[in-house]
């Protein structure tokens, strides 16, 4: 998934989407949902909003409300990233993942591993997207809330039941794990 530059535009809703490496569930394997909602909450204090999320084994995909004044998008996600990723090792070595560890490692080109870098626990890129109006959030938001039902996954029965994710508040009125803005705050 390639970057996309990030204008410093407000008041803008934006798709994002990042993925870990080799597509690894490293997710699930290090039980590392609520590492996400903790990124979620650092989202928050820079005033963007999480109006729609769901975090699979192996990639998250969320839409994000940006704020009047803003930290860059791409260096909130790219800060997100690379923090999340020491935990994540720090995680597998607690677990002895030595496997898992060491496609990590192989994952780290020859530039960055000249710049110390020791580990690609992400994918390089990441995707954002603007939603200019409420048909593209919308469906984004059947996009995202799908996901964990659709394809090879079938994490859950029914895409509301899923956990680690905002299809319930969307479907129900009932907030889940984490609580969501919702998209038409901004709108109406």
């Not at 928050?44 to 994000?64: A, E, M, Q």
């Not at 200019?132 to 029914?158: C, F, T």
Request: hydrophobic share 40%; proline share 2%.
């Amino acid at each position: 998934m390639p970057v996309k530059t990030i204008k410093d535009q407000s008041n803008e809703f934006y798709f994002c989407t990042f993925t870990c490496a080799g597509w690894l569930n490293l997710f699930s394997i290090a039980d590392f949902f609520s590492e996400v909602y903790k990124w979620f909450d650092i989202v928050r204090s820079k005033h963007y909003r999480i109006c729609g999320y769901v975090i699979t084994p192996n990639h998250l995909h969320f839409i994000v409300f940006t704020p009047a004044a803003n930290v860059n998008l791409n260096t909130l996600i790219s800060n997100g990233k690379r923090f999340m990723a020491y935990e994540l090792i720090a995680r597998l070595k607690m677990m002895n993942e030595t496997k898992i560890l060491k496609f990590l490692e192989d994952e780290v080109t020859a530039s960055d591993r000249k710049r110390g870098k020791l580990h690609q626990v992400f994918r390089t890129s990441f995707d954002a997207k603007e939603l200019y109006n409420e048909r593209l959030i919308l469906q984004k938001l059947d996009y995202v809330h799908h996901n964990p039902v659709s394809g090879k996954w079938q994490l859950a029965a029914d895409f509301t039941e899923y956990l680690h994710s905002s299809a319930k508040y969307y479907e129900m009125g009932v907030q889940g794990i984490y609580s969501v803005t919702d998209y038409r705050t901004f709108l109406y």
